[in-house]
């Protein structure tokens, strides 16, 4: 049982659209949450293009913006703070990355919007090392389309491009294992839109060199929808969708033998999307609720279930 769970209701606008795994609906509501302190949080609402400031005890909303400017209402997907800087770098499923000033932990102000490209492609995950901010595209436009990594203090963006990832390929998430290798969430599209009941994802987490992106290992899924992943004390742990249960993915890398090892199927709320752990405390949120849960990780690594069967992992 959750430590504590909020939710957080916003009227249905033009956004709010549903989208589909199979014929399992949810619309894209809480996409992702970050811990300030051990009782402060900041979490994402991406129809309502929302962030919000939380304090947990006593529950408090200390603020929040509509992360909009003239030309646009940007749709809040992915986000990871800068803690040297009170620097939250935002992705909008969209072709713009957006950074927003932390202003002591109580005040959100938007600084800059970068437009990362010119053909709209998508990006989903994000992950900052050392000066970079590491992108990946959920939608690509064209066959080179690759990962990104743009320059926080230059502002200029490169190109990271994999060999082995093809169209129907959505790169979810990017994870850094260790200097010279990563973690990719991937989901392979196999037929329709994400707005179209019947939609089918397969997906595999990879295990790669970096910067090469050579392929080392993989974990493959049926009709799965992965999204986000994290890193925490040698073991990664990643928000999935399988039909209509939601699940925490939780493994190992060993790293000398270069193999993904030890997942279990933590049992969660449908459709889980972003996942944050501070100390002792793991939370994630939920698409189907529009709710976030936080629990003590202790208690919810007791909780093995084996529920997402593997597939066969040749390639």
């Known amino acids: ?16 659209r ?15 949450i970050k811990f300030l302190t051990k009782d402060r949080i900041i979490v994402a609402h991406r129809y309502a293009s929302k962030l919000y400031i939380i304090q947990l005890e006593p529950y408090e909303v200390i603020d929040e913006m509509v992360v909009e400017d003239k030309d646009h209402f940007y749709l809040t997907e992915s986000f990871e703070i800068d803690s040297s800087t009170s620097t939250l770098y935002l992705i909008c499923y969209s072709e713009f990355l957006i950074t927003i000033d932390i202003i002591e932990n109580r005040k ?9 490209n010119q053909n709209k492609t998508n990006y989903h995950g994000i992950k900052l090392k050392d000066e970079y901010v590491y992108l990946t595209p959920s939608n690509m436009k064209d066959s080179y389309d690759p990962i990104i990594r743009f320059h926080k203090n230059t502002k200029i963006t490169e190109k990271l491009p994999i060999g082995s990832i093809q169209m129907s390929h959505r790169i979810k998430d990017i994870l850094f294992v260790s200097e010279h290798m990563v973690l990719l969430l991937v989901n392979i599209k196999k037929n329709k839109s994400m707005t179209k009941r019947g939609l089918i994802f397969d997906g595999f987490i990879g295990l790669y060199s970096f910067p090469e992106f050579q392929l080392y290992d993989k974990k493959s899924y049926h009709f799965v929808h992965l999204d986000r992943c994290i890193w925490h004390e040698n073991h990664f742990y990643v928000t999935a969708q399988k039909e209509d249960h939601g699940y925490i993915l939780m493994g190992r890398v060993d790293v ?13 709320h449908s459709f889980p999307h972003g996942l944050t752990i501070f100390d002792d405390l793991f939370s994630y949120t939920s698409y189907d609720t529009s709710s976030f849960y936080i629990h003590h990780l202790s208690t919810l690594l007791d909780i093995e279930n084996f529920l997402l069967k593997e597939e066969d992992t040749s390639y």
């Open 1 to 16: 049982m959750a430590l504590q769970s909020i939710q957080i209701n916003e009227p249905l606008n033009a956004y709010a």
């Open 18 to 32: 549903p989208i589909y795994l199979g014929n399992y609906e949810r619309y894209p509501t809480l996409t992702d």
């Open 108 to 116: 959100l102000q938007m600084n800059s919007v970068y437009k990362l």
């Open 256 to 268: 000398e033998r270069k193999k993904i090892c030890d997942i279990k199927d933590i049992s969660c």
